[in-house]
């Protein structure tokens, strides 16, 4: 039997309620215990003090671009930017080609990334055949193949029937719709935030109703239903105050915000450079205070990447033609520890909780916390280490980071997969 034991660190486990000094022992790839001073006799010990010892983090919504899009990301490349940024379970969106609207293309998915990546990746189904919102895909299907929740991603499913049809259908089989709300009548030709930047360039805008008036359909349906629906990437001070207002009546909405957002606004548009580029687009500063309010309130429950990458050719085309998107799986960890922990909006184990057991619960995993018998899923993070953000030395194949060039504190230093150890001070290991 295989032991290791991560002595000396301090444990943030937020889902056991854990935030004490303590060794960690694992022992045949599960966690053993959690205790003071643990003996382990034969026992792999590595030395973690001074460092966090936390559940490997999950995203609940990235894109890895396999099948179809190889040039963009595939398993190997994007499961190894996971790891290096204490990512050990990811969601993998539907937008593929084809599209995961059948079983075939989720065990697809299950076995390749299970043969190419070093994470854990679990897929989305599509919630409509080819995500083209006209018939329902086969949800029983879909879970029976694997896939944990449904999303059409950035097709939003603009026939209220038919979403209507899937929150019912959903909720009887206690799985989650994670949604785009977009109306596109909006939208039109619109490329960044309707404020005063697109007003200064002469670039017609977004609307922030194209992001709301969707939203307040989804939890009005929701309420109506009982399904349960989750507001992917909320960007708007608005959307903000609907799912705030769908909590407080009790209605089964849940959202996440990408971290990108809680140091981005519309003034880093300015430059016109296609990794500044996203859906919903960066938006003012007030829109930014009310997302980080939203986190620290639970408005907000979960953090995730959105990680989209498109290839260095697609993001340099002109700034009105470059395909919406940004990578974040390297930099997710960095940004929420920079912006909403050092800054003492959140304290770790709560900015920690939208990471790990928010979402394990959301979607219902047995993934997220360090409990006795689970996987041993494990980060050890350096919540200190300031550090500069190379997009050229990233992982991922794409390079469209907003974060490039800029500093930040805290980083994940270890990455341990069922026990494994695949990243450690940056370098991969498998």
Request: proline share 5%.
């Amino acid at each position: 039997m295989v032991k290791v034991l991560l002595k000396g660190g301090r444990v943030v486990d937020p889902g056991n309620d854990i935030d004490r000094p303590a060794d960690v022992l694992i022992e045949d790839g599960k966690i053993a215990r959690i205790g003071s001073d643990i003996e382990a006799g034969n026992a792999e010990i590595i030395n973690v003090a001074g460092k966090v010892v936390a559940p490997g983090l999950i995203d609940i919504h990235c894109h890895l671009r396999d099948p179809g899009f190889p040039e963009r990301e595939d398993f190997k490349s994007g499961t190894r930017a996971a790891a290096r940024g204490g990512f050990t379970t990811l969601i993998a969106m539907p937008n593929t080609n084809p599209v995961c609207d059948h079983p075939v293309v989720a065990e697809y998915v299950l076995a390749r990334s299970k043969r190419e990546g070093v994470v854990n990746v679990l897929p989305y189904g599509a919630i409509t055949r080819g995500q083209k919102g006209e018939e329902l895909a086969p949800f029983t299907e879909l879970v029976e193949a694997g896939c944990v929740a449904f999303s059409d991603d950035g097709q939003p499913v603009t026939n209220s029937g038919l979403m209507r049809q899937a929150l019912i259908i959903a909720g009887a089989i206690n799985k989650v719709l994670a949604v785009h709300c977009e109306d596109r009548t909006i939208t039109g030709d619109g490329v960044i935030n309707d404020g005063e930047v697109a007003r200064r360039l002469g670039i017609k805008g977004i609307p922030y109703t194209s992001e709301a008036v969707m939203v307040a359909r989804d939890i009005l349906l929701a309420e109506e239903t009982g399904g349960r629906v989750h507001i992917c990437h909320v960007g708007c001070a608005r959307s903000v105050e609907l799912i705030r207002e769908g909590k407080k009546r009790g209605i089964n909405v849940t959202g996440e915000v990408i971290p990108h957002y809680l140091n981005t606004t519309e003034d880093d548009v300015q430059t016109l450079e296609g990794r500044f580029k996203i859906k919903p687009p960066f938006g003012s500063k007030r829109d930014q205070e009310a997302l980080k309010e939203g986190l620290v309130d639970g408005t907000i429950d979960v953090i995730a990447t959105d990680h989209a990458p498109y290839t260095i050719a697609e993001k340099e085309r002109n700034f009105r033609e470059a395909p919406f998107g940004l990578i974040g799986l390297e930099t997710a960890l960095g940004v929420v520890l920079t912006e909403m922990v050092h800054s003492g909006l959140l304290t770790l184990a709560e900015a920690l909780a939208k990471m790990t057991c928010n979402p394990a619960k959301l979607l219902g995993l047995n993934k997220g916390t360090l409990g006795v018998g689970r996987d041993a899923d494990v980060i050890v993070i350096d919540p200190d280490l300031e550090w500069q953000v190379d997009a050229n030395q990233g992982a991922s194949k794409s390079r469209n980071c907003p974060q490039h060039g800029r500093w930040l504190k805290g980083k994940a230093v270890m990455t341990m997969l069922g026990g494994r150890v695949v990243m450690q001070d940056g370098k991969l290991l498998v």
